[in-house]
């Protein structure tokens, strides 16, 4: 258990440099990974399978928001974006799923 807290603390400490985007990419990206995993589960799915799932879903929101935006008149797709998404997504999986087995 101890190592899950470091992965959070490790996560809040380099978050907190970031701009307010970058902290509702990830944020927003966790609760789609949950949300995700929670029905997957729900609907009696493995958990690996469920794991997969909500992460490769919640990279496809992402990547897909992304996209729109860069479609908007000065938008660009953001890479740093699409990591703090990977960040929220795998904080999910490392912290959550993973403890709970």
Sequence with gaps: MIKYSLIILLGIH??????????MHTVTCMGISTA?????????QT????????????????TLKEVIDSRSVNNKFDWEDMGANAIGALSFQLVITIPLG
């Design 47 to 62: 958990k690996i399978k469920s794991r997969l799932i909500s992460f490769a879903s919640t990279m496809a929101i992402g």
């Design 36 to 44: 995700t995993y929670t029905y997957l589960r729900f609907k009696k």
């Design 14 to 23: 380099t978050m907190l440099g970031q701009s307010e985007d970058k902290i």
